[in-house]
Every structure is written in structure tokens, then in C-alpha cells.
């Protein structure tokens, strides 16, 4: 089945749905709701729509047939679609939230927000550089409302915001060093050798999307597609936007000047499960430049951390300052030494706290209803997971990356970019 959707019919889809109704909702009252359409209706997408379940769900879209109905059972009023781009043509949707797999991410935001659209889309912003662009471009240039979905910046009981808080005070000093790590593994994923046939209940071409056609495999869908590079980019892809966000959000990063990574030998199809990324990120203002560690696998901050590492397997932050450190998780903070630190009194709070477990996707509710911003919007969320793919895209050429964030290109390193520009099949473009 073609399901190319004819350009010249989505280009005047995409005027006549930037006319003014929906400017004019998203001025309106902060009591009336809004009408969502979710793309992605299963596994995390399921979390998402329960997250704006309080608003009108009108529109139900998912390439499993199977899926689609059992979230139909909860929203019956909600018209269902296995096309995203169908679903677009549905005039009365003010915003549209994306928990599809990372390889389909830029076409469901780009389209969404050239609609008119305001966008909730899940973490990574996309699979590659050049997508992530595109997105944040996109963003700003229509003036959407956009929230990447790295909800652990507003969840952990605020500890992320009294983290900032402890760095941006200066509890620990001048911050020129922080190691990031995470427990999760992808990359030990073993493919059968004669796959059956995709489920009847999938259609497997439109899951695809953009991404060059490949035979389907059991192991791509629904969860596993993240040890692929064909769709996703592994562990660092998956969790480096919730805890290289903390390191991003308490000193102020953004684009990364140097990548270097170092890991098993490249696989042409499976993601690494060890992987130590070396990030050197420019001064900011009166910060100071600062060297940034990524740790995955059989890869960890030893020397850094020594027996408090026991402790902190899953997962965390190192901050390390000229005047202590800061050891941060989702929802622990320690400052080091313990003894410096056991009459500290920490700074008021100075982060509005977030407004319960469900605030990363209100606060995006409410930035629509009221024209404001939502904190990792795609202009946060976009220099952030750029910065986490490429390193991967350092660890596939083998190179240290000099990189040039204005042009998207690594200097004097052309065959990067075959890993950070994206290549859709014929029918796809954004």
C-alpha cells in the first residue's frame, strides 16, 4: 500500500490549519480545554495521554490496529487513525502530543507544528542532528508551544530544582567537571534468524515512516527498536536527556564544541552497550568552560566517586566545583565531603517547584492556554538531545569531533555526516 499523502493536498491542509482559530485558543481561557490528538498510543505514548487525559482527546492515532482500539475504549468520542498525516486533517485539534519511536519523532512534530499544531513530543527530540534542527526550527518559527517529554525534570519530588539551585548559588564553586552515567543496557539484544511476518494487527510500513525500508524483525516492535541504529541510538539516546538534563539545566549548556568516544568495536546494526563519551562545552558568560563524561555499561566515574559508586549503580550526576561536589540521582542529592557540607544551609528556593507528578505535561497545557513557555521546550530540549547523539555519532566515525554547531557539520570530518543528517525513502520529507 502507497501511503504517500499527496504533497499538494498536506500543503493546503497545512494553510488553511495556521488560521487564526488556533492562535486564538491558545489566548484563551486558562479554564477552557483543549482539543489533543496523540500520535502513539501505547507503552510510554499510554503514559503521555494519561498525563492530558484532562483536556479533550478528539483524535486517537496508531499504526497497530490493536493498540488503537484498546485506547479507543477509554476516549470513545476520540476518532481513530493508523495515518498520522490523516489525522492532521482533522480541523478541531489544537495540539498534538508524539510518543511514537524516536526514527518517526520530526515528521509527526514538523508536520504538526506547519499545521499549526502545538506540540508535546517525547524524548529524544528525534534520531538524528539534523531532525532535532528541524524541530526546533520549526518551533520557532511557527511560535508553537513545544515540551520535550523528559518528565523527570519535573518530577523527583523538585530534587532536580534544588540541585540548580545548590550549583547556580555557587554551594560548590566554579563547576569545570561533571561525569553523567546510567544503569540501563540496550545493545544485548540477540535477532532471530527466520522473523515471521509483521502481526496482522501492524502495519509495518507506516511504522517504518521516513526511515529506509528494512525486513521486519520481532525484535524492532513495540520496545527494542532503541538497540537498533536504524531507529534509535541506545543507551545514551534513551536517558542522556534525563540526566545529562540536569548537567545542561544547572550550568547552562548548549552546544558542545569537542566529542570523543570510546567503546567495543562499531556494530553496522547494534548500539553499544559500553560507551564513555568526552563532551568539552565553551564558557558561558563568567562560567567557566567545562568537561562533561558520559558512562555507560562496564564504563563508570571510579576514580571519582571510589565506594560511593555502590550506592549510585543506577544512575547520576557528579558535579564536581572548586569549592566541593554536588552527587545528584532523579531523587537524591549529596554534597562532598559530607563533613564540609554538615552545617550547610542550602539557598531559598529559587525554582518555582513543579505543581505535582503530572506538571511536565500541565505546564504545557497551561503555557498554551496562556501564551507563555514551557520549561524544555524544543529550544532547551533541542541543543540537549543534539549534544547526547553525537556522541554517538562520535563513537561510529571513531574521531574526535570538532563541532560546528551553526552549519551541523564535524570539521574536516565528512564522514559524520552520513550519521547526522537524516535520508527519508521516497513519499518523506521535512
Known amino acids: 500500500m502507497n501511503h504517500s499523502l499527496n504533497r499538494r493536498r498536506f500543503l493546503a491542509t497545512t494553510a488553511s490549519t495556521l488560521a487564526a482559530p488556533y492562535f486564538l485558543r491558545s489566548q484563551g481561557s486558562p479554564n477552557s480545554k483543549l482539543n489533543i490528538g496523540c500520535i502513539g498510543t501505547a507503552g510510554r505514548a499510554a503514559g503521555d495521554i494519561e498525563g492530558v487525559k484532562g483536556e479533550n482527546i478528539v483524535a486517537l492515532c496508531d499504526v497497530d490496529s490493536a493498540n488503537l482500539a484498546k485506547a479507543g475504549e477509554k476516549f470513545p468520542g476520540a476518532r481513530r487513525y493508523a495515518d498520522f498525516r490523516k489525522m492532521l486533517e482533522q480541523k478541531d485539534i489544537d495540539a498534538v502530543v508524539v510518543g511514537t519511536p524516536d526514527h518517526t519523532h520530526a515528521v509527526c512534530a514538523v508536520y504538526a507544528m506547519r499545521s499549526g499544531r502545538h506540540v508535546y513530543c517525547e524524548k529524544p527530540l528525534a534520531r538524528t542532528v539534523s531532525e532535532v534542527r528541524a524541530m526546533s526550527d520549526t518551533a520557532a518559527k511557527t511560535k508553537r508551544v513545544t515540551q520535550m517529554g523528559n518528565q523527570i525534570h519535573s518530577h523527583s ?39 515471521p511476518p509483521p502481526p496482522a494487527t501492524l502495519d509495518y510500513d507506516l511504522w517504518l515512516g ?9 525484535e524492532f516492535v513495540p520496545f527494542h527498536w532503541r538497540h537498533f541504529w536504524h531507529f534509535g541510538g541506545g543507551t545514551l539516546a534513551d536517558f542522556w536527556c534525563h540526566f545529562g538534563d540536569l548537567a545542561h539545566w544547572a550550568l547552562d549548556l548548549k552546544y558542545p564544541l569537542t566529542i570523543e568516544a570510546e567503546g567495543p568495536a562499531v556494530d553496522p546494526e547494534l548500539v ?19 568537561k562533561l563524561t558520559w558512562y555507560q555499561g562496564k564504563y563508570r566515574p571510579t576514580e571519582e566517586l571510589g565506594p560511593l559508586l555502590d550506592k549510585w549503580k543506577g544512575g547520576g550526576v ?8 554536588l552527587l545528584a540521582n532523579y531523587t537524591q542529592r549529596l554534597l562532598l565531603p559530607e563533613d564540609k557540607f554538615a552545617n550547610f544551609q542550602p539557598p531559598a528556593p529559587f525554582v518555582p517547584d513543579a505543581k505535582g507528578n503530572n506538571w511536565h505535561h ?35 566515525v571513531g574521531k574526535k569531533l570538532v563541532w560546528d554547531a551553526k552549519t551541523l557539520k564535524a570539521k574536516g570530518c565528512p564522514e559524520a555526516d552520513q550519521f547526522i543528517q537524516h535520508k527519508y525513502r521516497e513519499g518523506w520529507k521535512i
Open 318 to 325: 557528579l558535579f564536581v566545583g572548586d569549592k566541593g561536589r
Open 272 to 290: 553499544p552497550i559500553d560507551l564513555k563519551v568526552r563532551y568539552e562545552y565553551p564558557a558561558r558568560g563568567k562560567q567557566p568552560p567545562v
Open 362 to 396: 500541565e505546564q504545557w497545557i497551561q503555557a498554551i492556554k496562556t501564551g507563555g513557555k514551557a520549561e524544555c521546550d524544543f529550544a532547551y530540549g533541542g541543543p540537549l538531545s543534539e549534544a547526547g547523539l553525537l556522541g554517538n555519532v562520535a563513537f561510529r
Open 157 to 195: 519530588g523538585n530534587n532536580y530544582r534544588r540541585c540548580v539551585e545548590l550549583v547556580q548559588s555557587g554551594a560548590i564553586g566554579a563547576v569545570k567537571e561533571v561525569h553523567v552515567w546510567a544503569g540501563a543496557i540496550y545493545g544485548n539484544k540477540t535477532v532471530v534468524a527466520n522473523p
Open 210 to 218: 521516513p526511515v529506509q525500508y528494512v525486513s521486519y524483525r520481532p
